[in-house]
Each structure stands twice: as structure tokens, then as C-alpha cells.
């Protein structure tokens, strides 16, 4: 059965199988209908395999060849006419074949071309829907997919028909999962391989800041934390008395100290005027709550986690004191908002606070190409985290680089030795040592043939040596010292000491030093310039946006933004080191 219809320039006919259109050559203009007669002769000469090459146009790739068949030629029709050939997707599709995304993903998917059941959706078509997200800067996947429904050029850049299905978000979820973040990493190692082929890194010269990642979540309120926290300490308990591992009139002290705990535990302002029956009253129902639900909140599994590691790690307690600290341990790992569980608060900055994450980029100071990334939680120690992002970069980009430029966020010994051990000269901001309020910090005391001195420079002597290998040093002569008052205080009438690790303060002391010298003012001036890559990639690829609710979906995303970046930086510049090449030929 089927049905047709007509007008005075068209004519359709659909049937169970096929779909016929036929539009007379007055609608059409002429250069048109030359077009598109070119494009059947050459396709017909070719056995009907849908290449428009010999067309005698600049036009789009019309093969796709990472798709189970070939695109319908009403859909090469119209993006033969539609799509500019100058479109940014047209030319990174020129410059780039992403045909190793492919074979990188193969491993993962069991189905083959050829073997019964559906076929998943192609590897590389998936990748490049997601790419898309990040180089428009899309928000979340289903706009990007609503998106997807009505954008010609995006169709026809990831492979799909005109008339054909889109994926669904909850399929690129899946896409996402079943990769996971280091195939990801993988893809990304593939493509700074090319960047190195054309000459786009250089390896000499390196630069790593973070960037404030703000979390797709809800932060807890104080309140909500509280009522959390003592629903955990009520488990924790429960855990121990099914264990038989306190005694009964000690238990039932420390379930009566529990509301107390979890408001001083918490402490917030908020939570001054709330009386511990309302809390009881609140932690009673949230209870009574969970227990009617099937499955449990989406924070149970990593709350339960979270005592189950208290009761393998902490001591118990047998007193409000070591409730409290019990109560504190927990809180820290304790989801914090409601959709992204890993999420943390932290400080992005001096001044400003971020819910999420810190995602940290290094950074090649040729072209500007991210060759790494590092993702952590937002109050996690930043230079702690320098040396995972290090490693990343030497297995990405072969080679010895001979420098990295840092902010005063990594001054610390950690990232010497990271450093050190990669053979790196650093240039690091230094940081503040700050004293005593009103009094001298450790960076008025200096080092002179391996003695330390003080301010007034004068010989420190050692009074006490600690396990962590830092020593306490005492002044001599404190008491008629001209710059007493400036170096202790007015309150104090004891010699000045000061507790430091004598191989770190002096590497300190020296990069301080150094810092005052021109090839160090330099380099850090590089280093803010290249800040521009952290701006635009919050600006235009939403790099400071956590589209996703968990810390591995959220690396992915990380690791995506940068390889949006990268690949931007790759169709502006092309190929330098063929035109050297070229121009050496000549």
C-alpha cells in the first residue's frame, strides 16, 4: 500500500519500502541542476559508491566511511549544496581523519560487521557527537542531541542522514561508560601525536595552572549535612553494636551525644539557633524515608562506603571527644550536594570559592597545545596533584622538555622534586611565609655557607631536631637585638625561634632569589599570557562547567574540552613543519 501526492514543480510516492521524490528542473537553478547531475554521473561511472570526487566543485566529503552503509542521496544532495566548503567542521574534517578513533575503540564493542543482532552505533560517529558538544560549548547532551535534530551541518559532520534517528542522550551515557575516562586519554595521546608531526608542539617550554570546574549539583545546606552526618554516626553504631564491640551503657551514651555532635561537627552560623530535638525530628523521618524506598537514595552506597572505611581505619570511640572526631572524619567524605557525589567545596582562588572541581592543564608554550589534564576535587591540594600531570605529559609528547613556568600555588617541595627528577628547570612564583601577625616570616632568614641566619644576621643555633627531618632554630643575642620588636613582638621576652626543613627552606630561599632575575620575569610574563587558553576554553567550550555528576564522567568532559581546543588550534595553524618542508624543497 501506498500513497502519493503532487504539486506543479515536485511529485512524491512512498510505499512499505521506498521513498520516491522526483522535482522538475524548473525548480531548481541551473548551476544547481548542473551540480547535481555531475555528482550522478561521476557516482554512476563509479559503480554507485556515493563519492562526489570529479564533481569539477569544491564541496564536502560526502563518503562516511566509519558508517554500515552509505548516506541516502537525498541527504548528499543536500549537504553537497547546503554545507560550506570554508564551514569549520567542513575543514576539520579535511584536516583531521579520525578514522583512529575506531580502531582505538574496537576493543570495546563485541559486535562486527557481518555477525547477527543490531548493530551498535559506529564508535567514531558517537565520538564526534560528543566533540561537538564540546566545541559549540553545549551544556548538556540532551541539547545536544534536540540540537542535532535540526543542524544540518552537524548531521552530516558525525555521519547521520537527513532522515535517520539520532542517538539519545541516554546512549552517549552509555558510549561514555562503556569507554571509560583512559580510552579518552588515549584518543588524546593519538592527536598530539599529529600535533608533533606538524610541528605544533615543540617540547621545550611548559606551562601548568588549574581552572575552577563548577559542579552540575546542588550543594547540601548546613542543615542537610547535619542531618546526614548523624544519620552516618547512627550507622556506625548500629554497625558496632551488631559486631557486639561496645558495651550496652556505652553505647547508649555516645546515641545520646549524636544530634549534639553532628550540629558541632557541621559548624555553621545556621545552625546556632537549631534546638537537637528539631534535628532528631528530622533525622527520625529522613530514616523512616529511606527505609521506604527500594533502591535508597543515591547517597546511601557512598555514605555506607564511607562507615564501613571508619570502622576498618578509625579508633573507637569511647567518649564525646572521639565521637567528634569520628563525626569530623566523616563528614570530609560525606557527599556534599545532591546529583554530583564527588563534588567538593574548595577555593578556586585568594578570593573566590568554587563547589566542584579543579581541573589543571599543561600546557606547550609553541602554539599554546593542552598535552595534558589533571582533574581533582575542589579542596584537594593543588601541588599534589602536579606531578600525576606531569608524568601524563612525558607519555604523551616524547622528548626532553627544559622548562615549566608555575604560579606560587606549586611552591612547594613536592613539585621540586618533580621537577628534578623529570630534569626540568622551574620557574615558580614564590609564595608568602608569613610570620606571626606583626612579626617577621621565614623569608627575612637566610642561608650563608649551610648556617642559617636570622634578620639581624646574625647565626641561628639548632635546639631540637624533629622525626620529620625539620629542625627548631633559636636566636642568639635576642634580648638587645635592634629589631626585636619587629622579629617577636612586644609580648614575648623569649629568644626568637623557628621551626623549618632546612633542604626545603633553602631551595625556597633560592627560587625567591631567583625570581628577581630577568629569565625568571620573563617566563612567569609567558606564563600569564598563555593564561589565555584557560579563558577561552571557559568561555567558548564551557571548560569551567561540569556537565556531568560523577568525578570520571566529569574527566572525560575535561579531557574532551581540551582536545575541542586543541583541535580548533590545529585547523587555524595547519601544518607548519610540511610548509618548512615544502619551502626547504624549493
Not at 547535481?36 to 560526502?62: C, D, F, K, M, Y
Not at 544530634?259 to 557541621?266: N, Y
Request: aromatic share 10%.
Amino acid at each position: 500500500m501506498g500513497a502519493s501526492a503532487l504539486n506543479d514543480t515536485s511529485e512524491i510516492h512512498v510505499d512499505d519500502q521506498h521513498l520516491t521524490i522526483r522535482i522538475t528542473r524548473c525548480a531548481c537553478a541551473s548551476w544547481t541542476w548542473e551540480l547535481i547531475t555531475r555528482l550522478a554521473q561521476t557516482a554512476s561511472a563509479q559503480l554507485g559508491n556515493g563519492s562526489a570526487e570529479g564533481v569539477g566543485i569544491a564541496h564536502v566529503p560526502l563518503t562516511r566511511p566509519w558508517r554500515y552503509r552509505a548516506l541516502d542521496w537525498l541527504s548528499q544532495i543536500v549537504y553537497l549544496l547546503l554545507i560550506p566548503v570554508d564551514h569549520f567542521l567542513a575543514r576539520l574534517d579535511r584536516e583531521i581523519v579520525f578514522s583512529f578513533v575506531d580502531e582505538v575503540c574496537a576493543p570495546y564493542y563485541k559486535w562486527q560487521p557481518g555477525k547477527r543482532g543490531r548493530p551498535p552505533w559506529p564508535a567514531q560517529l558517537m565520538f564526534r557527537l560528543l566533540l561537538l558538544m564540546f566545541l559549540y560549548g553545549v551544556p548538556y547532551e540532551t541539547m545536544l542531541v534536540a540540537e542535532l535534530q535540526i543542524n544540518i551541518a552537524w548531521r552530516w559532520f558525525v555521519g547521520l542522514g537527513l532522515l535517520e534517528k539520532v542517538p539519545d542522550h541516554s546512549t552517549l551515557y552509555d558510549f561514555r561508560k562503556r569507554l571509560g575516562p583512559q580510552v579518552f586519554v588515549h584518543i588524546l595521546a593519538r592527536l598530539l601525536l599529529l600535533c608533533l608531526e606538524r610541528g605544533l608542539i615543540r617540547n621545550v617550554d611548559l606551562y601548568f595552572d588549574f581552572t575552577a570546574v563548577h559542579a552540575a549539583a546542588v550543594p547540601f545546606k548546613p542543615y542537610q549535612r547535619a542531618v546526614l552526618l548523624a544519620l552516618a554516626i547512627n550507622r556506625y553504631l548500629d554497625q558496632l553494636e551488631a559486631g557486639q564491640t561496645f558495651e550496652q551503657p556505652l553505647l547508649e551514651t555516645l546515641r545520646s551525644l549524636v544530634i549534639e555532635v553532628a550540629l558541632e561537627a557541621v559548624d555553621s552560623k545556621s545552625l546556632k539557633s537549631v534546638s537537637p530535638e528539631r534535628l532528631e525530628k528530622s533525622l527520625a523521618r529522613l530514616e523512616e524515608k529511606v527505609a521506604g524506598m527500594p533502591q535508597g537514595p543515591h547517597w546511601q552506597e557512598p555514605m555506607e562506603q564511607a562507615v564501613q572505611e571508619a570502622i576498618a581505619t578509625e579508633t573507637l570511640p569511647n567518649d564525646r571527644k572521639g565521637l567528634l572526631k569520628l563525626a569530623r572524619n566523616l563528614l570530609a567524605v560525606l557527599p556534599q550536594a545532591c546529583g554530583d557525589l564527588h563534588a567538593r567545596l574548595g577555593k578556586a582562588n585568594n578570593w573566590e570559592f568554587c563547589f566542584g572541581y579543579l581541573a589543571g592543564y599543561v600546557v606547550d608554550g609553541l602554539f599554546g597545545i593542552v598535552t595534558a589534564v589533571a582533574l581533582a576535587i575542589a579542596n584537594a591540594w593543588q601541588a599534589e596533584l602536579f606531578p600525576s600531570a606531569l608524568k601524563q605529559h612525558q607519555a604523551h609528547v616524547p622528548g626532553q622538555a627544559e622548562s615549566m613556568t608555575l604560579d606560587s600555588a606549586f611552591d612547594f617541595p613536592c613539585v621540586y622534586q618533580a621537577l628534578d627528577e623529570a630534569q626540568l628547570k622551574g620557574y615558580i612564583a614564590p609564595r608568602d611565609h608569613r610570620g606571626p601577625k606583626g612579626c617577621f616570616g621565614s623569608e627575612r632568614f637566610t642561608w650563608k655557607a649551610g648556617q642559617l641566619f636570622c634578620p639581624h644576621e646574625k647565626p641561628m643555633t639548632e635546639a631540637k631536631i624533629h622525626g620529620d627531618g625539620k629542625v627548631t632554630y633559636e636566636g642568639t643575642g635576642c634580648a638587645t637585638c635592634a629589631l626585636r620588636e619587629q622579629c617577636m613582638g612586644q609580648r614575648t621576652q623569649q629568644p626568637r625561634s623557628i621551626t623549618l626543613h632546612p633542604t626545603q627552606h633553602r631551595r625556597w630561599q633560592e627560587n625567591r632569589v631567583a625570581n628577581q632575575s630577568e629569565e625568571y620575569k620573563q617566563a612567569q610574563k609567558q606564563r600569564m599570557a598563555w593564561e589565555n587558553v584557560f579563558g577561552h576554553g571557559n568561555t567558548y567550550h564551557h571548560g569551567d562547567k561540569a556537565p556531568y555528576r560523577s568525578k570520571p564522567m566529569n574527566f572525560i568532559a575535561q579531557v574532551l574540552t581540551i582536545i575541542a581546543i586543541d583541535l580548533e588550534k590545529m585547523v587555524r595553524y595547519g601544518n607548519p613543519a610540511a610548509a618548512v618542508r615544502q619551502t626547504a624543497a624549493v
